[in-house]
Each structure stands twice: as structure tokens, then as C-alpha cells.
């Protein structure tokens, strides 16, 4: 029975694949390295060739810094060079360059406009040969993220939308469908203990909000490294570690 | 300055010193001498002026416009139209202009107005460096200018002050006929140059050494899809040009003449030089929908404004390829649609910000990095907001601040990290000292700030605070 409906569900699942593009194939993903996460990702990490999208929760709508973060940690362990559109200049290079994002990897576009920025993304996307296309936009509409995908698709780039709104208040438009590929609202959590005062390892709580093919999760992970990774923390586990480092170090 | 007309000898220019003395232009020089002892006189090079004048308006070509000329014997006009944009707006530009001539101990006015005869009478009326004159306003800005300025022989102006002629605008509502059949039509035609009735192409500046290819067509034509297939012709005909002289183009301009007798320009930049018929296809392609037809084009013309030598690099060809992209036609891409393009790089500055400037795109990779021992934010903000903030002085972190009217309450903190102040970059920054403290509030969001001073000496600051910037 089990052994059944087990080889209608590869069945179902080869032909859903014939259905997709090749290009999506074959462009392969990047595993985020947490176990837990990649197996809620369809091809067990973020696939290249796609758009993904990342939005901060409460004041990060506005300000992006944790959503920024995450993106330019994905964006450090591609290959390639990277490129930046934005409106606001106001990322701060030391930081992503802690993350690992050499500064002679990644150029950055400005323009005035927000629709500037769509156009610059797709235009990244279909050069080809970069590692990823970030780009910083207040909206995205539907036909402007189809375009994003297609163009993605078409030469295997990763694409990535830092979603940034002006006002916390219109960031219910997140809710909106978009045709990006995954999607997910990136927080920030008290950072870890540390047996000292002090500020510790920074901590997100990370939404995987849709996916195509999966099932939503949520994580409670440990900010970037300075090579990008994350790192799964469990709140209780640390709890219980905590004390003993202290007990070590007293 | 004096300059001869036969056996007359009088003062073509005078500077501020000489204009103090009251020697004026026009004065004969036997009278100058005598208003002044000790006046220098030069005399007058009108072929070496005539030839730095060239060079100056082949340099102008090669920054701001593509279609530059030299007007009479002391200007340059160009045709801005759609070249503004590259530079920042008119302003920014015409003020940009002035301030790169007074860097090389050089005077120059700068008008920008809607018709050459406009901005030549305006340039050379005005006591400012630069002037704008709105579009459509042309009338009022040339009205009250004297009729010296508009470009006619000085035997129709001298003529036309004894009739009592003191304005372009007196001159402008007079009856066209009488004045005709007394001076010919040359006044007339001046006017209407000047009020934008009649157009006046500007012929463009050319030099032996500028690669041109151009196609004349015997019928106008005007739809985009010819359009787009005769510049890539040409872009084929310019690059066999380049090759054959082992260069690469770093500035093209398309240069498109109507039938009309209108001109319209369309300029493409490279990062560095290229001779990649894909590559400069693609830069003109995007735009070539910009070109409006009108009646039909007669004429292409594609010109290398600025061509470099061009380096042929030896591949290597090992088993494992390691693919490197060359990303500079991306770059240029971008560049030619108006965006700014370019790289951060670290600056040896402890200050942070400071600490990052923009680099071309195109640059040589950057071998310095920044330190990374201290936390950085993602966001810093433009400038540091000030914050009400509590905290035990002198080197504690704040219990809790106060921030864009949110009250937070500080749950961690680590810090400080002191910043002094770059003596030698400012007088006032000798003494100045900032404390950084990362804080973390009970939602988790952790944010930059940092107090003025070092907390005991008022000399090193208002011991005020500041948010700077905001962490992942």
C-alpha cells in the first residue's frame, strides 16, 4: 500500500519536473548548510536561476538591515560577481564585508526610481555569468516579478529582492502574491546569551513564508558568520548551555 | 592686449587691473598708454587664440556634448540637449563648466537658453558666471540686450545705432520690411535664429584624427527597424576603422541628420575601450528608440569621440578553465542609461563615514580591507540623529534611549569603541571624541549609537547622543 502510493508520488513528482523549465535544473541550488532548512526547500537549498524574496518584520520593513544582511550572506557564498540596485544609499559596506562579500565583488547601481531598479535587476539577470542580482525595491508587482523569474531562469542567476517599504504601514502589501520563488520575512530576535554583558551573537527569526513545491517553516537561527552561513540555533539548547560555559569560566 | 587693423592700433582686451585704470576695449592704444604709466602692452595673437580656442572646444566635445563648435572668434556653443542629464542637470553642469575654467586661471560665462543666438547674447551680457534661461523665456531674457550682440557685421550695428537702434527688443518690434530693404535680410534672419523661429544646425567640430563612418540615404528613412540596422552597419564599418589602427572606441557618438535640417546626437561611453561589435550594438540598440524620426533621417554618422589603444590580451588556455565575467559591458550598459555605477572601497579612516568612498566600477581590484574586528551596522544612517538617551556617565552604556520618539529600553550593550577625531582633516576635530556603544533593546533590535565626548572633558564634545546606525 505505502510502497503504492509512494511511486504515484514519484510518478506525479517526474512529471511535474518535465513540466518546469530545464534551465531550472540545471542550474542547480545553493544549500543554506542548516540541515533543517534545506530540507524545506524544494531542491534542498535556495535555487539559482530563480527570484527569491526577503522582507525585515517590524521596524526592519523600513530599515531592511536584517533582510540585507541575510541576502548579501546568500550573495557571498555564490560565485561570481554581484550586482547591487538601490534607491537608498545608506548600506553600510563594513558590515557585509563581515559577511564575507568582498568589496570588489559587488557593484553597485543607483537610480532615482523604483521601477529604475526592476529594470536594472532585469538587466543584471540577462547579462548572465554574475552570482546573484540584489536589488532594494518599496514594490513589486506581479508582471515585474514574473520578468525578474523569467529572466533569472533564462541564464541561471540568482535573483534577489530586498523588499523595503517607507512606512512600516504599508508593508501588509508583502501579502501580495508575486511570482518569486521563495519567499521570507527575516526578524530580529534578542542576540544569544553570553556569560558576560554584552551584546552576543545576533539572532533571526526566519519565515520561510511560501515556496513553490514546499510547506512554510519558521527557524530561529544565528546570524551570518563571516562566510555568509547560518546556523540553526535552538533557543532551549542554548539555555541549557549557557550555564555551563559559565560554570567553565568561573 | 592690442591688436592691429591696418595702421590703426587699439585694445582688443584688458584685465581687471587695466579696466581699474579705465583702458576699455575699442580704445585706441596711443590713449591707453597715456591714461596709464607703465601699461603693458601684448599685442595680439589672433592665430594662436584661434588655435587654443580649437582645443578647448575638441576637449568640450570630448566631455559634454556631442555636437560642439566654435562661435565667432572668442566661444564655443554646444548643443546640450540631452547630454545634461550625464552631468547632473544644467546647473550642475554649466556651474561645472565655469568652476573647471577658474581652476585653470581662466574666466568664462556660461548661458544655456533655448536658441545659439540666445545664449550667445546672454553668455556674453551677463556679469554672472552662468546663466539658464528657462525654456520659452527666450524673449524676455534678450529683450534689453544691445543689438551688439547679435552676431551681425559691425558696419549693420554701427549703421543701426546711428538710426537709434539701442536693443534687441527695439530692434525685434520694428517693421521688418523697411529695415530689409536698408540692411538686407541678414537682420531679419538673425532675429529669427535668436527667437528660435528658424533653426540653425550646429556644425560640428572635426578634427583628421576623429574615425567617422557615415551612410547618406538617397530616400529618408525613418522606421526603427532600418534605423537599427543601418547603425549596426556602421558599427561594423567603425570597428574595421579601429582595428585597423589598434583601438578601441571609449566614447561613440551617433549623430543623426534630418531632413529637416535638425540634428539629434545620441552618445555611448565604455568603461574602458572596446571593439566588440556586440558590446557597442547593444550600447546604441538601447537607445536608438530615443531618435525621433521626424520627416525621415538623411544621414548617419557614427564618430569615435574618444578612442584609446587597445591591448590584445593572450588567453591562457589551461584544462580547468577558471571563468572569470567580464562585467564592464554590464557596467557600461547602466552607465549610458543615466544610473550612477560603482564599487565601495575602504578609506584609512577610523570615522565611519569616512571610512568608505565610491570607486569606478571599471577600477582595479582593491587589495586593502577593512578591519573586522568590530561590529559595523547594515544601515548607517545619513547623518547621526540625535537621541535622548540616559546613562551613567562616564563609560557607561545607556539604560535606555529615546530614538525617532520610541522609547527602548537597553537590555545588552557592549562598547565603548572611542573614535577620535582626524586632526588633520579638520582644525575643530582636534579635539573631538566619540564613544560607540552597540545596544540591544527588548525586541531584539540592536542599533549603533554613540555619545560625544569622552564623557569627562567638555573640550571633547557636547556629550550629546547620537543613533548612527542600525544592525541586523
Same mark, same amino acid.
Given at each position: 500500500?505505502?510502497?503504492?502510493?509512494?511511486?504515484?508520488?514519484?510518478?506525479?513528482?517526474?512529471?511535474?519536473?518535465?513540466?518546469?523549465?530545464?534551465? *531550472?535544473?540545471? /542550474?542547480?541550488?545553493?544549500?543554506?548548510?542548516?540541515?533543517? *532548512?534545506?530540507?524545506?526547500?524544494?531542491?534542498?537549498?535556495?535555487?539559482?536561476?530563480?527570484?527569491?524574496?526577503?522582507?525585515?518584520?517590524?521596524?526592519?520593513?523600513?530599515?531592511? /538591515?536584517?533582510?540585507?544582511?541575510?541576502?548579501?550572506?546568500?550573495?557571498?557564498?555564490?560565485?561570481?560577481?554581484?550586482?547591487?540596485?538601490?534607491?537608498?544609499?545608506?548600506?553600510?559596506?563594513?558590515?557585509?564585508?563581515?559577511?564575507?562579500?568582498?568589496?570588489?565583488?559587488?557593484?553597485?547601481?543607483?537610480?532615482?526610481?523604483?521601477?529604475?531598479?526592476?529594470?536594472?535587476?532585469?538587466?543584471?539577470?540577462?547579462?548572465?555569468?554574475?552570482?546573484?542580482?540584489?536589488?532594494?525595491?518599496?514594490?513589486?508587482?506581479?508582471?515585474?516579478?514574473?520578468?525578474?523569474?523569467?529572466? /533569472?531562469?533564462?541564464?541561471?542567476?540568482? /535573483?534577489?529582492?530586498?523588499?523595503?517599504?517607507?512606512?512600516?504601514?504599508?508593508?501588509?502589501?508583502?501579502?501580495?502574491?508575486?511570482?518569486?520563488?521563495?519567499?521570507?520575512?527575516?526578524?530580529?530576535?534578542?542576540?544569544?546569551?553570553?556569560?558576560?554583558?554584552?551584546?552576543?551573537?545576533?539572532?533571526?527569526?526566519?519565515?520561510?513564508?511560501?515556496?513553490?513545491?514546499?510547506?512554510?517553516?519558521?527557524?530561529?537561527?544565528?546570524?551570518?558568520?563571516?562566510?555568509?552561513?547560518?546556523?540553526?540555533?535552538?533557543?532551549?539548547?542554548?539555555?541549557?548551555?549557557?550555564?555551563?560555559?559559565?560554570?567553565?569560566?568561573? | 592686449?592690442?591688436?592691429?587693423?591696418?595702421?590703426?592700433?587699439?585694445?582688443?582686451?584688458?584685465?581687471?587691473?587695466?579696466?581699474?585704470?579705465?583702458?576699455?576695449?575699442?580704445?585706441?592704444?596711443?590713449?591707453?598708454?597715456?591714461?596709464?604709466?607703465?601699461?603693458?602692452?601684448?599685442?595680439?595673437?589672433?592665430?594662436?587664440?584661434?588655435?587654443?580656442? &580649437?582645443?578647448?572646444?575638441? @576637449?568640450?566635445?570630448?566631455?559634454?556634448?556631442?555636437?560642439?563648435?566654435?562661435?565667432?572668434?572668442?566661444?564655443?556653443?554646444?548643443?546640450?540637449?540631452?547630454?545634461?542629464?550625464?552631468?547632473?542637470?544644467?546647473?550642475?553642469?554649466?556651474?561645472?563648466?565655469?568652476?573647471?575654467?577658474?581652476?585653470?586661471?581662466?574666466?568664462?560665462?556660461?548661458?544655456?537658453?533655448?536658441?545659439?543666438?540666445?545664449?550667445?547674447?546672454?553668455?556674453?551680457?551677463?556679469?554672472?558666471?552662468?546663466?539658464?534661461?528657462?525654456?520659452?523665456?527666450?524673449?524676455?531674457?534678450?529683450?534689453?540686450?544691445?543689438?551688439?550682440?547679435?552676431?551681425?557685421?559691425?558696419?549693420?550695428?554701427?549703421?543701426?545705432?546711428?538710426?537709434?537702434?539701442?536693443?534687441?527688443?527695439?530692434?525685434?518690434?520694428?517693421?521688418?520690411?523697411?529695415?530689409?530693404?536698408?540692411?538686407?535680410?541678414?537682420?531679419?534672419?538673425?532675429?529669427?535664429?535668436?527667437?528660435?523661429?528658424?533653426?540653425?544646425?550646429?556644425?560640428?567640430?572635426?578634427?583628421?584624427?576623429?574615425?567617422?563612418?557615415?551612410?547618406?540615404?538617397?530616400?529618408?528613412?525613418?522606421?526603427?527597424?532600418?534605423?537599427?540596422?543601418?547603425?549596426?552597419?556602421?558599427?561594423?564599418?567603425?570597428?574595421?576603422?579601429?582595428?585597423?589602427?589598434?583601438?578601441?572606441?571609449?566614447?561613440?557618438?551617433?549623430?543623426?541628420?534630418?531632413?529637416?535640417?535638425?540634428?539629434?546626437?545620441? +552618445?555611448?561611453?565604455?568603461?574602458?575601450?572596446?571593439?566588440?561589435?556586440?558590446?557597442?550594438?547593444?550600447?546604441?540598440?538601447?537607445?536608438?528608440?530615443?531618435?525621433?524620426?521626424?520627416?525621415?533621417?538623411?544621414?548617419?554618422?557614427?564618430?569615435?569621440?574618444?578612442?584609446?589603444?587597445?591591448?590584445?590580451?593572450?588567453?591562457?588556455?589551461?584544462?580547468?578553465?577558471?571563468?572569470?565575467?567580464?562585467?564592464?559591458?554590464?557596467?557600461?550598459?547602466?552607465?549610458?542609461?543615466? $544610473?550612477?555605477?560603482?564599487?565601495?572601497?575602504?578609506?584609512?579612516?577610523?570615522?565611519?563615514?569616512?571610512?568608505?568612498?565610491?570607486?569606478?566600477?571599471?577600477?582595479?581590484?582593491?587589495?586593502?580591507?577593512?578591519?573586522?574586528? @568590530?561590529?559595523?551596522?547594515?544601515?548607517?544612517?545619513? +547623518?547621526? &540623529?540625535?537621541?535622548?538617551?540616559?546613562?551613567?556617565?562616564?563609560?557607561?552604556?545607556?539604560?535606555?534611549?529615546? @530614538?525617532?520618539?520610541?522609547?527602548?529600553?537597553?537590555?545588552?550593550?557592549?562598547?565603548?569603541? +572611542?573614535?577620535?577625531?582626524? @586632526?588633520?582633516?579638520?582644525?575643530?576635530?582636534?579635539?573631538?571624541?566619540?564613544?560607540?556603544?552597540?545596544?540591544?533593546?527588548?525586541?531584539?533590535?540592536?542599533?549603533?549609537?554613540?555619545?560625544?565626548?569622552?564623557?569627562?572633558?567638555?573640550?571633547?564634545?557636547? $556629550?550629546?547622543?547620537?543613533?548612527?546606525?542600525?544592525?541586523?
Amino acid at each position: 500500500m505505502t510502497a503504492a502510493r509512494e511511486s504515484v508520488i514519484l510518478d506525479l513528482r517526474e512529471r511535474i519536473a518535465a513540466l518546469e523549465t530545464s534551465m *531550472m535544473k540545471k /542550474a542547480g541550488c545553493l544549500a543554506f548548510g542548516v540541515p533543517e *532548512m534545506d530540507a524545506a526547500l524544494p531542491c534542498g537549498g535556495l535555487a539559482h536561476g530563480a527570484l527569491h524574496e526577503f522582507a525585515g518584520g517590524g521596524s526592519g520593513t523600513v530599515d531592511g /538591515a536584517a533582510a540585507a544582511l541575510f541576502a548579501a550572506g546568500i550573495a557571498a557564498r555564490t560565485k561570481g560577481p554581484i550586482v547591487w540596485c538601490l534607491t537608498r544609499p545608506d548600506l553600510f559596506f563594513p558590515a557585509l564585508a563581515q559577511v564575507g562579500l568582498h568589496s570588489d565583488r559587488v557593484i553597485f547601481v543607483e537610480s532615482d526610481k523604483d521601477e529604475d531598479v526592476l529594470a536594472n535587476m532585469e538587466e543584471g539577470l540577462s547579462f548572465g555569468g554574475l552570482g546573484a542580482v540584489v536589488g532594494e525595491v518599496v514594490r513589486l508587482p506581479m508582471v515585474g516579478s514574473r520578468r525578474l523569474q523569467l529572466a /533569472a531562469e533564462r541564464t541561471g542567476t540568482m /535573483a534577489l529582492a530586498v523588499r523595503r517599504w517607507r512606512r512600516q504601514t504599508e508593508a501588509n502589501d508583502f501579502g501580495q502574491p508575486t511570482a518569486s520563488t521563495t519567499r521570507w520575512r527575516v526578524s530580529v530576535m534578542p542576540s544569544e546569551d553570553l556569560p558576560v554583558p554584552g551584546v552576543g551573537r545576533p539572532r533571526w527569526f526566519v519565515e520561510l513564508m511560501r515556496v513553490k513545491a514546499g510547506e512554510c517553516a519558521e527557524f530561529l537561527v544565528r546570524a551570518c558568520d563571516d562566510k555568509g552561513r547560518l546556523d540553526l540555533s535552538t533557543g532551549s539548547a542554548d539555555r541549557s548551555h549557557s550555564p555551563g560555559r559559565s560554570v567553565h569560566s568561573a | 592686449m592690442i591688436a592691429k587693423s591696418g595702421s590703426k592700433r587699439w585694445v582688443s582686451a584688458a584685465d581687471a587691473a587695466a579696466k581699474k585704470a579705465g583702458v576699455h576695449v575699442g580704445m585706441p592704444a596711443a590713449k591707453a598708454q597715456a591714461l596709464f604709466r607703465g601699461l603693458m602692452l601684448v599685442d595680439a595673437d589672433p592665430v594662436a587664440d584661434a588655435a587654443a580656442l &580649437e582645443r578647448i572646444t575638441l @576637449w568640450a566635445l570630448t566631455i559634454y556634448s556631442p555636437i560642439v563648435a566654435v562661435d565667432g572668434i572668442d566661444g564655443i556653443v554646444m548643443d546640450t540637449e540631452g547630454a545634461d542629464h550625464l552631468q547632473g542637470g544644467e546647473l550642475p553642469m554649466v556651474t561645472m563648466i565655469a568652476n573647471r575654467f577658474l581652476s585653470r586661471k581662466l574666466t568664462a560665462r556660461v548661458a544655456i537658453a533655448d536658441t545659439w543666438g540666445a545664449a550667445h547674447a546672454c553668455a556674453r551680457a551677463i556679469s554672472r558666471e552662468a546663466v539658464i534661461v528657462p525654456s520659452g523665456q527666450t524673449v524676455k531674457a534678450v529683450e534689453k540686450l544691445p543689438i551688439s550682440l547679435l552676431r551681425l557685421p559691425p558696419k549693420i550695428v554701427g549703421d543701426l545705432r546711428s538710426l537709434g537702434f539701442q536693443t534687441i527688443g527695439e530692434l525685434a518690434n520694428t517693421a521688418r520690411a523697411p529695415l530689409n530693404l536698408r540692411f538686407g535680410p541678414e537682420i531679419g534672419r538673425r532675429l529669427d535664429q535668436m527667437f528660435g523661429r528658424v533653426a540653425e544646425p550646429i556644425e560640428p567640430i572635426r578634427t583628421a584624427e576623429l574615425i567617422e563612418v557615415a551612410r547618406s540615404f538617397v530616400e529618408p528613412i525613418g522606421a526603427a527597424e532600418t534605423i537599427n540596422k543601418y547603425v549596426g552597419r556602421l558599427i561594423v564599418q567603425l570597428i574595421d576603422e579601429l582595428q585597423k589602427r589598434g583601438l578601441g572606441v571609449r566614447r561613440a557618438d551617433l549623430i543623426v541628420e534630418k531632413v529637416d535640417g535638425t540634428r539629434q546626437a545620441i +552618445r555611448a561611453g565604455t568603461v574602458k575601450p572596446a571593439r566588440d561589435i556586440a558590446w557597442l550594438t547593444k550600447l546604441f540598440r538601447d537607445r536608438t528608440e530615443k531618435i525621433e524620426p521626424g520627416f525621415g533621417i538623411e544621414k548617419l554618422t557614427l564618430v569615435a569621440v574618444i578612442a584609446e589603444p587597445l591591448e590584445e590580451v593572450q588567453r591562457s588556455s589551461s584544462l580547468v578553465e577558471e571563468e572569470v565575467t567580464d562585467v564592464s559591458p554590464l557596467i557600461d550598459i547602466y552607465g549610458n542609461r543615466g $544610473h550612477k555605477v560603482y564599487r565601495l572601497a575602504p578609506l584609512a579612516s577610523d570615522v565611519p563615514e569616512r571610512s568608505v568612498q565610491r570607486i569606478s566600477a571599471a577600477a582595479d581590484p582593491v587589495e586593502i580591507a577593512w578591519v573586522g574586528h @568590530w561590529r559595523r551596522p547594515v544601515r548607517l544612517l545619513p +547623518r547621526p &540623529e540625535l537621541i535622548t538617551a540616559i546613562a551613567l556617565m562616564p563609560d557607561y552604556p545607556p539604560a535606555s534611549i529615546t @530614538w525617532r520618539g520610541k522609547r527602548r529600553k537597553v537590555k545588552r550593550a557592549d562598547g565603548p569603541e +572611542r573614535i577620535f577625531g582626524e @586632526w588633520w582633516q579638520r582644525d575643530s576635530e582636534m579635539e573631538a571624541v566619540r564613544d560607540y556603544f552597540v545596544i540591544e533593546d527588548e525586541s531584539g533590535e540592536r542599533l549603533w549609537v554613540f555619545r560625544s565626548g569622552d564623557g569627562v572633558d567638555p573640550e571633547t564634545g557636547s $556629550h550629546r547622543w547620537f543613533c548612527h546606525g542600525i544592525f541586523a
